[in-house]
């Protein structure tokens, strides 16, 4: 069963304009999030975070939005540049009193940003 | 900067061999994992490590074994592979376990069982 949930597969969006990624998840011992982006050919690579205590954090263009009550979180890009397109995954840890960081990562979504 | 390192990064295995994946980092990071990933389903953590000696399952660990003797590597190890793991493999290697660890990933490993 998927935990962690992008239910769009893909999006495209207009250079210059807003990107709106969004992520579900259904466990509630989840308190920490994470997004990565992905090009082809290479590893994820850290992009944001935000913990369960916050609501939003905000770096540059990357904005991650996290409403607890609905157990969802989005991730905004503004401006949308081509550079932005790749593919994005969510992931999310559990509580634990000590970490092992076992991420759990929804299915991604592609962005395509189009000039 | 090489960062974290995998070999091979392509590999075609027939039913039934065994290969070991490499993975190495030289951050001096203590934690280290290994994770798949197929498509529609993300990347799913097998195996993990949270220093030399020490490793434990994630949630797909089933036909794969490592080991960590050094800080620096974690193989993975297929003992007999299947079709079923045919997938890309990514390593990745943290700082520590701390959930404000940034993990940095491996170019990844694509394998395919015939």
């Known amino acids: 069963d998927q935990q962690v949930k992008q239910n769009s597969p893909s999006l495209s969006v207009q250079e210059g304009r807003i990107s709106i990624l969004n992520c579900d998840y259904t466990?509630?011992?989840?308190?920490?999030f994470l997004w990565y982006k992905k090009y082809p050919a290479e590893g994820p690579t850290f992009l944001i975070s935000?913990?369960?205590?916050?609501d939003k954090n905000e770096d540059g263009r990357f904005t991650v939005f996290l409403n607890k009550s609905a157990k969802h979180l989005s991730l905004h890009i503004v401006p949308s540049q081509p550079g932005d397109s790749a593919v994005y995954f969510c992931?999310?840890?559990?509580?634990?009193?000590?970490?092992?960081?076992?991420?759990?990562f929804g299915q991604g979504t592609r962005l395509t940003i189009n000039p | 900067n090489a960062g974290v390192t995998q070999t091979p990064k392509f590999q075609v295995l027939k039913t039934g061999q065994s290969m070991t994946l490499q993975c190495a980092q030289d951050m001096n990071h203590e934690y280290m994992s290994w994770y798949r990933q197929d498509p529609g389903m993300g990347l799913r953590l097998i195996h993990y490590?949270?220093?030399?000696?020490?490793?434990d399952q994630g949630e797909v660990p089933n036909g794969y074994n490592v080991s960590r003797s050094t800080t620096e590597d974690f193989p993975l190890r297929l003992l007999s592979a299947a079709p079923s793991q045919t997938s890309v493999y990514f390593c990745a290697s943290n700082l520590g376990g701390g959930r404000d660890t940034e993990a940095f990933f491996g170019q990844g490993t694509r394998l395919t069982v015939v």
């Open positions: 935000i913990s369960s205590i916050k």
């Open positions: 992931a999310a840890l559990p509580w634990v009193i000590q970490g092992a960081q076992k991420l759990v």
């Open positions: 466990n509630s011992m989840f308190d920490y």
């Open positions: 490590s949270v220093g030399a000696g020490i490793t």
